[in-house]
């Protein structure tokens, strides 16, 4: 099946700094990705949806400035963490669809941790 | 609009029984339907799918699960757990291609296996 990989694995930064996380679709052209939150023992919250070369949809309370993404090519979409802070220390998933089957790919996460 | 409802939010078993985990759906529309399993720390792997083809869908790890128009149901099975099935799963219902709207988790199970 499609591989989708994120990077890096897991990523520990200082308060007030801002850090990339990648996420790269393999062997797919990806039309479309999404960017989920996962909190301990919890489900996925979806934060946002990106088409290639257009600006992301960010859902209801996930701040845009805070959580800047972009999707400049068919293969490649990162998360920017700004003026980051221990309350955004989370696991990151990122997520990949192409045109055809409905279906997404999802990479291995990203854990952040902000100290 | 559509959802799932995960109706365990924990289940264990022994070792060699077997596996049930329950998902009920809402939709307007005939969904695209899919089990995740999620090892801690882990990004999410995909057991199997239902996309309106045969209604007994057979994934990977010897899992399946059936699809039930008339219970709204999407349960995943395993006739014998192993030690390695312990893990969060995730039911996840999915629009038809090209619809707006968004896929959708359920709240997870977590599957424990007793010796």
């Known amino acids: 099946g499609a591989v989708v990989s994120q990077h890096p694995s897991r990523v520990i930064c200082k308060s007030g700094t801002s850090v990339k996380i990648e996420c790269r679709s393999l062997d797919f052209q990806a039309t479309t990705m999404f960017w989920y939150r996962q909190f301990p023992k919890k489900s996925l919250m979806l934060m946002a949806t990106s088409n290639e070369g257009s600006k992301a949809t960010y859902e209801q309370g996930v701040e845009k400035d805070k959580f800047l993404i972009n999707h400049a090519s068919l293969t490649l979409s990162t998360l920017t963490v700004t003026s980051a802070h221990p309350e955004d220390s989370s696991f990151y998933i990122c997520?990949?669809?192409?045109?055809?089957?409905?279906?997404?790919?999802f990479g291995p996460g990203t854990r952040l941790t902000v100290t | 609009a559509q959802s799932v409802t995960q109706l365990d939010s924990h289940v264990s078993v022994s070792e060699g029984t077997p596996v049930l985990l329950r998902c009920n759906y809402s939709s307007s529309y005939s969904p695209s339907l899919f089990w995740y399993v999620q090892h801690p720390n882990k990004g999410l792997q995909l057991l199997l799918k239902y996309t309106s083809a045969a209604t007994l869908v057979k994934g990977i790890n010897g899992f399946e699960a059936e699809f039930k128009k008339s219970e709204t149901s999407f349960h995943l099975t395993k006739p014998s757990a192993h030690m390695s099935d312990a893990a969060e799963y995730f039911c996840?219902?999915?629009?038809?291609?090209?619809?707006?709207?968004?896929?959708?988790f359920g709240s997870g199970t977590r599957l424990s296996i007793r010796p």
């Open positions: 996840v219902v999915s629009p038809p291609a090209g619809s707006a709207s968004k896929i959708i």
């Open positions: 997520s990949a669809r192409d045109s055809g089957p409905y279906e997404q790919y």
